[in-house]
């Protein structure tokens, strides 16, 4: 699998509807599910939090949990779901995440992960990783992390992503733990030195084309999160980089492909809001940003809102290629 360009995990973000619009932007890229517990699946609507477009893939289903049996259920079910990898996350630091004892407190356990790995790996063919982060409160230096990995590795984690910050357990929120740690990027670059036969993903604080091609001296793909969902043109910007062409050139052939989707999902019940509040950032940058952030925000929250706002809102863009007739609502 290509993991050269991952799409981060993001809850209350990558959905179902977010992933098919990536999708559009970034054909090539491995996209990754908001983290779903292993009792939620076991529990849970499972076609509600697991089912997805086909399009979406290569698709990963990221699990939270600490739990080996239920991870493997999960996992099982994953496979059964379509998913192309299954990634445990040891690397979230919310106290409600924190309460259940997974995410990134599962870093001071290396054995207890193990087991989950391999229980994992004994109940699915799919391959089955690990997002982390460097280190948890004080406990930063580069042998506990490679503890960890080395751990891991051993039950047949053969792909870490890696978030290049350390995780405070207490005293940060989970937005404080995405920002205040300071980026230490050379821990992931030491692995994949000292480790050349696993897979080294690269995550925090990515942004621009050279960032990605710098780090892909060193590592074996990025992964990028806030960038992605914020200025989600730079996916298509990496995607004709690092794959050469296909994705749109053009933002007006995404925003018709979304307006297609919408419709489709409208006969299904979905509120155009639960699609549209993935697509603000589309246009950032170019005249007429603000006024299709407006436009878009404030008519999709709207009872009866209509796939065609989209195109409506995308009329106050101004772009190189000529724009249609100037919609009202601009």
Known sequence: ??????????????????????????????????????????????????????????????LGGGEPRDLAFAARIGEDFG??????????????????????CLMAEPARVADCVAAMRAATSLPVTVKCRIGIDHRDDYGFFAEFV?????AGCEVFVVHARKAWLTGLSPREN???????????????RQRPDL??????????????????????????????????????????ALFGAGPPTDRREVVEAMAAYAARAADRGVPLKAIGRHMLGLFN??????????????????????????????????????????????
């Open 150 to 154: 080395d751990a891991v590795a051993a």
């Open 83 to 104: 998913y192309d990898e299954i990634n445990l996350n040891c690397g979230c630091p919310s106290p409600r995440v924190r309460k259940g004892a997974f995410g990134a």
């Open 199 to 240: 897979v080294i993903v690269a995550n925090g604080g990515i942004r621009t084309v050279a960032e990605v091609r710098d780090h892909l001296r060193a590592v074996d793909g990025v992964m990028l999160g806030r960038e992605a969902y914020g200025n989600p043109w730079r996916l298509a910007e990496l995607d004709r």
């Open 1 to 62: 699998m290509d993991r050269r360009l991952c799409v981060a995990p993001m809850m209350d973000r990558t959905d179902r509807h977010c992933r098919y619009f990536h999708r559009l932007l970034a054909p090539h890229a491995l996209l990754y599910t908001e983290m779903v517990t292993a009792a939620a699946i076991r529990y849970g609507d499972r076609e509600r939090l697991l089912a997805f477009d086909p399009a979406e893939r290569p698709l990963a289903l990221q």
């Open 178 to 192: 995405r920002e205040v740690p300071p980026l230490r990027h050379e821990v992931p670059r030491r692995l994949k």
């Open 285 to 330: 940058g170019l005249p007429g940003a603000r006024a299709w952030r407006r436009s878009l925000g404030e008519g999709m929250v709207r009872a009866g809102a209509r796939p065609d706002l989209l195109r409506e809102a995308a009329a106050c863009v101004r772009e190189d290629t000529p724009a249609p007739a100037a919609s009202t609502l601009c």
